[in-house]
């Protein structure tokens, strides 16, 4: 498994300083001027516009750069930054990017300095027994699900801690909720919830999952779910067309159907069977994405097959907008800080969406760099400009929603279509394919 970083796609375009002064003088020269919107480094960087030769790149603007600051800083200690023009990084030279964009050297080109987010680096390939459906990681493990049905723990270093076959038929979507519950919806037309203990120590980890209440009501595949941050409030869609609430308060019994056995081989447990506190219809298709939003605790997002976004009241049990695109959704993920939306589809771009905008574009930015489907997106939880995505083109990428056409990276390691990705836990980016593997890539915070 490899990882394409920014650093070595700029070192394609490196030239020595021997040769960049030979040809210096033979070139033309365009003006800039360099900014920035960290607070830090502003004061110390000027925005005097300078020449700079046609054929600098950006190994020597990052030289100009930090020379500039240490005229202003004696103390200052090497970076390495990223140069962004309009909506795109710099990932040639200035020449080459002129003619790529066909921006004007009349005047002075803009150029704002971001220091340069670290490259994920490969860590753990790990092996499923089927095309892997779904993928979280929490603070504490690795969790996924598979097309034939396992449940799949592991240690974020890839020790396996469980390792069961919860349903028979394909498991796409899960989520992790608080008190260790794991969220499972199958194509069987259920949602199984589990609790999972953890027991032993560090080394020779045991973790069980008991089954404790099963979800019925969807009436086809559920293809998606999720948990309120208090635990209390799942909601799910599927290829019924519709989005359900659930009660899944441990303390609820009100939407209690009939107590049901287990009967699973290696044990048997009593759990809890319940049917949905709301049934929400208005997508003309499968729902096939779903998120709450950080802006209001009763609202939710979902995404279908019938190019509709909807944002529900859950507390007025109806829809309070929509916005309509042009491709059938695949993926939806919404920004922890400011409840922007992005979103995949049956074509090669990612979105960014604004549900409270009610002027101009309803798409805000797109994202072109994938050459398939884009099968997953999902924001970082610390960092809100950036995001992953996953493709059926058998890559992730990171992304800086700055830049709209040049992704930070391109993490590449599976040889068949990517299905899922997930960012949950900001040093590990995890992501699962039609190959049968998960990968996982670590990053420095």
Excluded at 54 to 74: A, C, Q
Excluded at 95 to 106: A, K
Excluded at 382 to 404: E, H, P, Q
């Amino acid at each position: 498994m490899s990882s394409d970083s920014g650093a070595s796609i700029l070192s394609e375009h490196e030239a020595s300083d021997d040769e960049a002064q030979l040809n210096e003088d033979d070139v033309p020269y365009f003006t800039v001027s360099f900014f920035t919107n960290d607070e830090e480094i502003k004061k110390k960087l000027s925005n005097t516009a300078i020449g700079v030769p046609s054929t600098s790149d950006p190994s020597r603007l990052n030289s100009l750069v930090n020379k500039t600051i240490e005229i202003n800083d004696d103390l200052w200690e090497e970076k390495t930054f990223d140069f962004l023009i309009g909506t795109n990084f710099l990932r040639a030279s200035l020449d080459d990017y002129v003619e790529m964009t066909g921006i004007s050297t009349e005047s002075v080109i803009r150029i704002e300095c971001i220091v340069r987010e670290p490259a994920p680096e490969p860590d753990q390939d790990l092996p499923q027994t089927d095309w892997v459906g779904a993928v979280r990681v929490t603070d504490k493990a690795i969790v996924s699900s598979t097309y034939d049905g396992y449940l799949c723990i592991w240690t974020h270093d890839g020790k396996p801690l469980l390792k069961e076959q919860v349903f028979e038929e394909p498991i796409k979507c899960l989520d992790v909720g608080k008190d260790n519950r794991v969220y499972v919806g199958s194509q069987n037309q259920s949602i199984a919830v589990y609790e999972v203990a953890v027991q032993g120590k560090v080394g020779t980890l045991k973790v069980e999952a008991t089954l404790v209440v099963s979800l019925r009501g969807h009436e086809r595949s559920v293809d998606c779910v999720a948990v309120n941050k208090d635990g209390t409030r799942l909601v799910s869609g599927g290829f019924d067309n519709y989005l359900k609430v659930w009660n899944v308060d441990p303390a609820d019994e009100s939407t209690e159907f009939v107590k049901a056995k287990d009967t699973s081989k290696k044990r048997k447990t009593t759990a809890v069977v319940k049917t949905p506190m709301v049934t929400l219809a208005g997508h003309k298709d499968a729902v096939v994405a779903t998120s709450w939003t950080p802006l209001n605790d009763s609202h939710v997002v979902t995404a279908s097959w019938d190019h509709d976004i909807a944002v529900w009241d859950l507390e007025l049990a109806g829809q309070i907008s929509k916005l309509h695109g042009q491709k059938s959704f695949t993926a939806l993920s919404v920004n922890p800080f400011n409840g922007l939306l992005l979103t995949g589809s049956t074509d090669p771009t990612i979105r960014l969406w604004d549900t409270r905008s009610t002027e101009g574009a309803l798409v805000k930015q797109s994202f072109t760099s994938h050459a398939g489907w884009v099968s997953g997106v999902c924001w970082s939880t610390v960092k809100d400009y950036l995001f992953i995505s996953s493709s059926f083109d058998k890559t992730v990428k990171m992304w800086d929603n700055r830049s709209a056409k040049t992704p930070l990276y391109t993490l590449k390691g599976h040889t068949d279509r990517v299905l899922c990705c997930d960012w949950s836990f900001p040093q590990i980016i995890a992501s699962g394919s039609v190959d049968t593997t998960l990968k996982t890539f670590r990053r420095s915070i």
